[in-house]
């Protein structure tokens, strides 16, 4: 089955202590992505991958970093996290031709 | 800055109207996504748009691109409780990498 898997689903901690949020994908897509949904705000791109090795920032990159060293893997790190990025985040994937985005399924992220 | 801006923002109708849902930007785009979303899931996709003036059909979904490539639309025929959920439009300039969403259109749709 064709998927975009997140884990952890829901996370509560603390300010400063580092996160990672991880991110795979069976479909052999290029593109990856990673975004944050806000109320009233929509969906908004954090990174982006077009292939390993190859990431760009989106629109609100400040506080993330993320890599992609295997094709199938594109995780989120929050290396000081706090309070402004409690938020809902999902990461997303397609393929350079369709640009069909297959959502996962997100992870709800709380800092306090 | 928003570059996309979705109308109206709250819906709520009853079982059997129809309803058109606007995307609107000053930005060209070379496509146009629209994807619904379910409470507690990920959005998931409607439809792609490429050609200014296009119109696509789903079932009961009519998906239209602005000539100009810069706005879009989604009307429903005749709603149903299931399409109640959060409605998102997404444009994309040149490759499918860098995606911008609207602020969404949360609809529901009463029996």
């Known amino acids: 089955e064709a998927q975009v898997t997140q884990n952890p689903r829901y996370l509560i901690t603390v300010t400063g202590k580092k996160l990672t949020v991880t991110c795979s994908q069976n479909?052999?897509?290029?593109?990856m992505s990673w975004y944050r949904q806000d109320p009233g705000l929509g969906l908004r791109q954090i990174y982006y991958?077009?292939?390993?090795?190859?990431?760009d920032k989106g629109d609100v990159p400040e506080g993330y970093k993320v890599s992609r060293k295997e094709k199938r893997n594109f995780p989120l790190i929050l290396e000081s996290p706090s309070p402004n990025q409690t938020s809902l985040y999902f990461c997303?994937?397609?393929?350079?031709?369709?640009?069909?985005?297959?959502f996962g399924p997100g992870t709800r992220l709380t800092v306090t | 800055t928003q570059l996309l801006e979705q109308s109206p923002q709250f819906l709520s109708i009853q079982e059997g109207e129809n309803l058109t849902v606007y995307c609107n930007s000053s930005?060209?785009?070379?496509?146009l996504q629209w994807y619904r979303q379910e409470p507690g899931e990920g959005p998931v996709l409607l439809v792609t748009?490429?050609?200014?003036?296009e119109v696509k059909k789903l079932k009961r979904l009519t998906f239209q691109f602005g000539d100009a490539r810069k706005d879009s639309s989604l009307h429903i025929t005749a709603a149903q409780p299931g399409d109640t959920g959060l409605y998102l439009c997404?444009?994309?300039?040149?490759?499918?990498?860098?995606?911008?969403f609207g602020t969404g259109t949360k609809l529901q749709v009463i029996p």
């Open positions: 930005s060209v785009f070379s496509s």
């Open positions: 997303a994937s397609s393929s350079r031709a369709r640009g069909w985005q297959y």
């Open positions: 479909m052999n897509h290029e593109y």
């Open positions: 748009v490429v050609t200014g003036g």
């Open positions: 991958s077009m292939n390993v090795e190859v990431t």
């Open positions: 997404a444009g994309a300039k040149g490759g499918y990498q860098k995606v911008t």
